[in-house]
């Protein structure tokens, strides 16, 4: 039982952790442009002349 007062505080740190790095991940705009890699991996821009 001893084990419960380390393992949920920690828990509870992780999953606020985890959540600030998805609301900073929202912020900076990781997911603005989710359409843009797959269009870039068909352009033809780095093949010779």
């Known amino acids: ?3 419960l007062v380390y393992l ?4 509870l ?3 606020l952790g985890g959540l ?3 609301l900073w991940s929202l ?3 990781q997911y603005e442009d989710l ?3 797959a ?3 068909l352009s033809d ?3 010779p002349k």
């Open 45 to 47: 821009d780095d093949l």
């Open 39 to 41: 269009v870039r991996v």
């Open 8 to 11: 949920v505080p920690l828990a």
């Open 35 to 37: 359409d843009g890699a």
């Open 20 to 22: 600030a790095a998805f």
């Open 1 to 3: 039982m001893n084990v």
């Open 27 to 29: 912020r900076s705009g």
């Open 13 to 15: 740190m992780l999953g």
